[in-house]
Nanobody
Framework: QVQLVESGGGLVQAGGSLRLSCAASGSIFSINAMGWYRQAPGKQRELVAAITSGGSTKYADSVKGRFTISRDNAKNTVYLQMNSLKPEDTAVYYC????????????????WGQGTQVTVSS
């Protein structure tokens, strides 16, 4: 079993910054891609940013230049630095990880964190 634990959400004024963290633990052989998604009320969950084990990144157009995703492979942790926050960034942010496990058999699974609320006031 693998768990993803997120932290760092909260309330911030427009123009401010927050840093989200997500630590993976459990029966992990390797973590392939990791990413952050968000879901605002009444909207579908959308990809915010993703990073591969080799460090390649991908961002939603709406956050390019403002958000930075990074990861510490030794700690199985992914971060999302969010700068110049806007009210439209308000959402629940979810961590996602594509994990290879070795037991009970080799396989790859998609795991999600519980979500952390980010609220940006105008």
């Amino acid at each position: 079993q693998v768990q993803l634990v997120e932290s760092g959400g909260g309330l911030v004024q427009a123009g401010g910054s927050l840093r989200l963290s997500c630590a993976a633990s459990g029966s992990i052989f390797s973590i392939n891609a990791m990413g952050w998604y968000r879901q605002a009320p009444g909207k579908q969950r959308e990809l915010v940013a993703a990073i591969t084990s080799g460090g390649s990144t991908k961002y939603a157009d709406s956050v390019k230049g403002r958000f930075t995703i990074s990861r510490d492979n030794a700690k199985n942790t992914v971060y999302l630095q969010m700068n110049s926050l806007k009210p439209e960034d308000t959402a629940v942010y979810y961590c996602n990880a594509l994990v290879t496990v070795a037991a009970p058999a080799w396989d790859e699974y998609d795991y999600w964190g519980q979500g952390t609320q980010v609220t940006v006031s105008s």
